[in-house]
Every structure is written in C-alpha cells, then in structure tokens.
C-alpha cells in the first residue's frame, strides 16, 4: 500500500509529545517497522492502552509494520516511570497465557493474519532475554551505557527524590538498560528503527537508541505521545469501580459504553481524534454539528458508538444501547426481558433489591404484598394502593393495577422483576 505520513496524522490527532529530529523523513522513505510494549502482568489491557494501541494501528494504516512487544522480562522487574512501587513477579505460564489475551485484544485494532507485507507481529521479550546471562548482559550491554546517564533519566531521578517512596531497588534501575536492549534486538532481527510509547517513555526510548547507535552501528528513532488527562482533573480510564477493561468479562460492554458516552464536551473533541479512525472531514464535521447543539450529545454518541464496535463489536453496542435507552424511558418490558442478566444488574447498578421464593412467583404474587410486606419497597399497604392509584407504579417498565399479580411471565432471565414508582424510583424483585 502507498505509504502515508504518520507523523502528519498523529499531529492534527494530538498525539505527539516528542519527535526524533528526522523521524518524519525517516518514515517516507520507505515501509518502516515500529514498536510498542504492553505490560502481560493481566489478562486484558485497559483503556489506559488505547493511546499506544491506536498509535500502533495508525502506523499500520499509514502503510507501516507495527510490532507489539509483550514485556514478560521487562514485566517481572516494573517501570520505575511514575511508579512507586514494584510489580510482582509472575511465573513463565500465567505469561503466555495473558500474552495471546492481549493479542486477542490487539487484532480488534491490528492486522496480525492477511499475509501482506505489513501485517503486525508480535514478540515477547523474555524469549530473547531469558538466554542471556547477568555476566553477559554487563559485558556486553552495560558497558556502554554510564551510570551518569542513567541517572539523568527523569522517571531515575523522580523515584530517587521522592518523598514518599523508599528509593528504587538495584532491579528496577536496570529497567532503562533492558528496554533499550529490546530495542537493540528488534532493530537487529526485526529491523525495527522506531520506538514509541507514552512522554514518560522518553527516556526509556532513547536509552535504546543510544544501544542502537552504540552497538548496533545504526540510527533508531524515537517518538512519544502526550498523557491523556480529563479536562476535570481527574484520572483517564478509570471509573468508580477502577480500571475500564477492554475484556467484557471485567467491564462489561454496557459500562464500556456509558464511559465514553459520559464524558465532557471538551474531552469529547479530543477522544474523538484520538480514539476513532474517523477522518479529519469526518470529525470537524461532528465538532461543528455539536457544538451548535450540544444538549444532542452528538460527538459523545459517537465517540461511544466507534470505540465500543471496535473493541466489542456491533451486536454489543447495539445491546448497549438499548440497555441505556431503558434507563431513559423509551424502552418495553420486550426491551428489559432481552437483557442478559449481566446487563441488566450493571443497568440498575445499585439499586435496592428484595428476595422471593420461586414458589412465590408460581403461585402468583399480589402486586400489593409486592411493593410493601414482601419487600419494603413501599412503606405499606397503604401507600402502595395509593401509588396504584396514582397511576405511577410499573412492573418491568409497564404500568399496571392494583389487581395486578406477578407470575414467572414477569420473569427477566428467569431471576429479576423491576418495579418502578415514577419515572426515577426503582427496586428489583429477585427470585431465589
């Protein structure tokens, strides 16, 4: 395919921090190979990741080869890079294993299978590390790099000065050399001549650009993206329950979705750029389109709308959809009985919930004993009827009356029944 400029497309995304002197030139002369490590130390990346993931999967849409580097040495010993603390040591299977969980990830964003001459690799740096012995590595990599060097790293000096931290152990001051080592290797056996990552990389990247230049007799190249920050302060990619996961399993699709469909104006016109493989045209289009009528949330839908199909795929991102529309009213009890039960709890996140017997639902449960003696949704009889009355109690979206009973067609998976009085005021009935 015709090479296209990568570093002009990540510059009107604003997703440069530094650039190598030349490196734009460097990547128009021809195919180039470029790399990015991800830490194994779990079995799914976050959205923390998404920043190098899109980087990798722009270079390879721009013509280029990415290779994803799965850090299994480099993850038994931690990034001292903003860190306070070391990472604990994980044994040679639980690797491999969170190894091909990340590589399922990635395929969503790279192409690893079609055979063309840019397709993605991926590599695990303790395959090359693990033959190598400490009196080797010295003699034959540490030698070239000086410990004046090494401590004139920002992410050394930072650990060192901290306040709060006891210092850096001997492991995690070696990390620097090994990342540059890495470099070093995939510029010799995969002709890598580019490393990128995140500003706090910096350091780490240049350290094997001066391995290349040392040892190697060649010129690697070096290219970081800015921190991702929320424009309240707080930190991206995390939400009340932590981490958002790109595996369903730890953040369900429907939590995935209300992330990015919950974020500010502001950051919204920025994730757009950074999160989507939207073009330019494209996006300036939507910036324009919401800025005229931002209560629509236009940019948000579908800044939500590319990330979620991306990672989960079409058919999630419709049920995340609906899942969302029934908190807003415009849904049916056909709409709520389609959720999984996983979705459904994550909807009504919180809510208050009761126990009943099967045999309950079986025999048939009264509306009334329902919303008061059985639950205490309701403070009484009373004041059930009264809401029956009123009109404004729903059994799973639906209004009913006070001759109302609840059967197992009431059923949500066979588990939940929602009750509702007004438009905001849920409990849910679970069968036991």
Not at 28 to 34: C, D, F, G, T, Y
Not at 111 to 133: H, L, Q, T
Not at 240 to 253: K, M
Request: hydrophobic share 35%; aromatic share 10%; net charge negative.
């Amino acid at each position: 395919m015709a090479l296209k400029n990568f570093v002009e497309e990540l510059s009107w995304r604003g997703m440069i921090h530094d650039v190598m002197p030349e490196t734009e030139e460097h990547l128009l002369e021809q195919m180039r190979s470029a790399y990015i490590g991800f830490d194994p130390t779990a079995d799914s990346l976050h959205i923390g990741n998404l920043v190098p993931i899109m980087m990798l999967a722009f270079f390879q849409r721009t013509g280029h080869k990415p290779v994803a580097l799965v850090g299994g040495a480099t993850g038994m010993i931690g990034d001292p890079s903003g860190k306070s603390s070391e990472r604990n040591l994980l044994d040679e299977a639980t690797l491999r294993h969170n190894q091909e969980c990340v590589r399922e990830q990635l395929s969503q964003f790279l192409d690893f299978s079609s055979g063309k001459e840019n397709e993605a690799v991926m590599v695990n740096n303790y395959d090359w590390m693990k033959e190598i012995s400490f009196l080797d590595f010295i003699r034959d990599v540490g030698k070239h790099i000086t410990v004046n060097y090494m401590m004139a790293k920002d992410s050394v000096k930072n650990r060192i000065k901290g306040e709060e931290t006891e210092g850096m152990s001997f492991t995690e001051f070696t990390y620097q050399l090994v990342q540059g080592y890495d470099f070093l290797h995939l510029f010799r056996n995969y002709n890598c001549t580019l490393q990128m990552g995140g500003s706090d990389q910096w350091g780490n990247i240049t350290t094997g650009t001066e391995l290349i230049r040392r040892i190697g007799g060649g010129k690697g190249y070096a290219l970081t993206c800015p921190l991702i920050t929320k424009s309240d302060g707080s930190k991206f990619g995390k939400s009340e329950g932590g981490n958002v996961w790109l595996d369903a399993n730890r953040t369900s699709p429907y939590k995935f979705y209300q992330y990015w469909l919950n974020t500010s104006d502001e950051d919204a016109e920025k994730y757009i750029k950074i999160f989507t493989f939207l073009d330019k045209q494209t996006i300036e289009a939507l910036v324009e389109e919401h800025r005229a009528a931002p209560h629509m949330r236009l940019l948000q839908k579908r800044l939500a709308e590319e990330v979620t199909t991306t990672v989960h795929g079409e058919i999630e991102y419709g049920n995340a959809v609906k899942a969302s529309e029934i908190l807003f009213g415009r849904s049916t009890s056909e709409d709520l009985k389609s959720l999984n039960a996983s979705t459904f709890l994550d909807v009504f996140d919180g809510v208050t919930q009761a126990e009943v017997t099967a045999a309950d639902i079986s025999e048939g449960l009264d509306i009334v004993s329902a919303l008061a003696e059985r639950t205490g949704f309701l403070k009484s009889n009373g004041e059930a009827r009264r809401a029956l009355k009123e009109n404004s109690i729903s059994v799973n979206k639906e209004k009913v009356k006070d001759d109302y009973t609840l059967t197992s067609e009431d059923l949500i998976n066979d588990q939940f029944i929602l009750l509702q009085r007004g438009k905001k005021n849920y409990f849910i009935i679970k069968v036991v």
